[in-house]
Structure formats: structure tokens, C-alpha cells
């Protein structure tokens, strides 16, 4: 089946640093996902990416669909301490009649923690 | 993700007995899917249902459990025997279409998920 490979599996930071943290695949995902965890809730979407290439912006957060369609990665600037949390990417891949129905793979999770 | 019901949020269970899990969608909605977590885990899909059929159950183990989503009422797994394995947080999301159609927002909405388990 499908795999996704999250990295890196945890990050410490200072408040106000950057960060980064990508998934790769073994096979194409024509839709990435990136959702956060609080603990004890569900995920929360982030950021959606459609195309190859796509670079999308959601306040602090910058994510890229890669032009193989076999990556992506997610980019928190001036990171806060609400920021903690596990970060999840997720792929889809498409079903019959060209639409990706809600079954997602997803990658193990980045857990960040954020010192102030 | 308001909207997104699931209850109960914790169950403790014994072996062998009976688990239900139920989850009713956000208003409007009519496609539900049911993921597992296991600890320090993503979520892996387990299965996707409409109303009165299931869709894709392909991520569902052949024995034991089973989901539903009927004409009226919750969306329901079951989880027959549970044995100290099935201990995890099952998540339900909902979605309004069939998806992630292309330059949607393509959001599935998740519940707060029910935590088994099984002692």
C-alpha cells in the first residue's frame, strides 16, 4: 500500500525560530494535506495543495506540492508557543470520475515543541 | 471542527466484549469515513460510507468490526471481541461531496474521536 514518510519525527525550538518538516512518497498523490493534532482532539486542516508546483500560503504557514508528486513540505515562520502540537501530512490519490474521495494516507506526525 | 459529533469519547472495554462507536456528521453532510490512530501513530483509514452503503471499506479488518451509516441516526462501528490490539482513537470525518474534488477546499471535517480501550 501506500506509504508516507514524515520527517523529522520531533522538533524543539525557541519561540521565533523557523521550521520546516516534509513527507515523501514511494508513489504519486495527486492531493496533499497538511492538518495539526492538539492533544485529545481531531485533526485540523491546515493547507490543501491540487497541483504539482503549488506553493500556498496560510498566515505563517508556506506549503509545497512537489513537482514529482511524490513530496511535499510545510514551513512555519516565526514560530509561537500555540504552535505545539503534532503536524500531519496526508495524500490522496484519485478515484473513479477524476475526484479523490476522503481516503487519506497519512504520514507518522512531526510532534514541535516550542519553548518560550 | 465543530459539528463533527462522536461519542462516547472514552470507552473502557474487556476483552471480548462489545465496542460501538457512533458519530453523527456535520449538517449537511452525507459522506462519512471512520480512521484508526494508534498511539504515536497517523490516522489510517479504515472505511468510507453514504447513507445506507458502504463505499470503500478497504482499510477495515476482514473480522470483527463492521460500520453502518443508516437512513436515520448516527454513523456506527462496531467492534465485536475486542482483544488489547483494537486500543487506539477512532476518528470519524464528514465531508458535504464525494471528496476532494479539484480547487475545492477538499476539507474533511474530524470529530474529536472516541478513545478505546481495552483492558
Known amino acids: 500500500g501506500q506509504q508516507l514518510n514524515q520527517s523529522p519525527q520531533s522538533m524543539f525550538i525557541q519561540e521565533g525560530e523557523d521550521v520546516s518538516m516534509n513527507c515523501t512518497s514511494s508513489s504519486i498523490f495527486n492531493t496533499w494535506l497538511w492538518y495539526k493534532q492538539d492533544p485529545g482532539e481531531g485533526p485540523v486542516l491546515l493547507i490543501a495543495?491540487?497541483?504539482?508546483?503549488e506553493l500556498t500560503s496560510n498566515g505563517r504557514l508556506t506549503a509545497q506540492f512537489g513537482i514529482t508528486r511524490k513530496d511535499s513540505f510545510l514551513n512555519i515562520s516565526a514560530s509561537i508557543p500555540s504552535d505545539v502540537g503534532i503536524y500531519f501530512c496526508a495524500g490522496a490519490a484519485f478515484g473513479a470520475g477524476g475526484t479523490s474521495y476522503g481516503k487519506l494516507t497519512f504520514g507518522q506526525g512531526t510532534i514541535l515543541t516550542v519553548h518560550p | 471542527n465543530a459539528g463533527v459529533m462522536q461519542n462516547p469519547r472514552h470507552l473502557v472495554r474487556r476483552r471480548g466484549q462489545e465496542a460501538r462507536l457512533r458519530c453523527s456528521p456535520m449538517k449537511g453532510h452525507s459522506h462519512v469515513y471512520w480512521y484508526r490512530q494508534l498511539p504515536e501513530e497517523g490516522l489510517k483509514f479504515m472505511v468510507y460510507?453514504?447513507?445506507?452503503?458502504?463505499?470503500?471499506e478497504s482499510g477495515m479488518p476482514k473480522e470483527r468490526f463492521s460500520a453502518e451509516f443508516p437512513k436515520e441516526g448516527p454513523s456506527i462501528l462496531r467492534i465485536q471481541q475486542v482483544v488489547r490490539g483494537d486500543s487506539a482513537a477512532y476518528f470519524c470525518a464528514s465531508s458535504p461531496f464525494m471528496g476532494l474534488q479539484q480547487g475545492g477546499t477538499g476539507e474533511l471535517f474530524f470529530g474529536e474521536g472516541s478513545r478505546l480501550t481495552v483492558l
Open positions: 460510507l453514504q447513507k445506507e452503503n458502504i463505499i470503500d
Open positions: 495543495l491540487y497541483k504539482a508546483g
